[in-house]
């Protein structure tokens, strides 16, 4: 896989996570953006809100990958990254669920060694 498809991964799994997140917020506190209209606009807002987050952290989030590369933790986020957008592409719904529980706790892994 070449740097660019790997940082283009990185990147939508980024925005995805962060898109969900602020929707998740949101409707918590106010629940009826969950339907029709209000969905559709705060679809469309965490959606450009996630991407320009994304884009500004890019070279944060560079440096980051950086110092963890080497790491074990780091090897299996990867792995696991790419195994959940491949399945995200083919994979059942529960190959599609399993893939991104696997990633979390990845991702939960690496960030716990750094703390």
């Not at 991964?9 to 409707?27: E, T």
């Not at 320009?52 to 110092?67: G, P, S």
Request: charged letters at 25%.
């Amino acid at each position: 896989m070449r740097h660019d498809e790997y940082v283009k991964i990185a990147q939508g799994l980024g925005c995805k996570v962060l898109q969900k997140s602020i929707i998740g917020a949101v409707v918590k506190h106010l629940p009826f953006f969950a339907l029709g209209l209000p969905n559709t606009i705060l679809l469309k807002l965490a959606t450009w809100l996630a991407e320009k987050i994304i884009k500004e952290a890019e070279m944060r989030i560079f440096f980051a990958f950086v110092d963890f590369r080497t790491d074990k933790q780091a090897s299996e986020f990867e792995a696991a990254m790419i195994h959940n957008h491949h399945m995200q592409l083919t994979g059942t719904r529960e190959q599609k669920d399993e893939a991104e529980k696997k990633l979390n706790n990845a991702l939960t892994r690496l960030v716990n060694l750094k703390l």
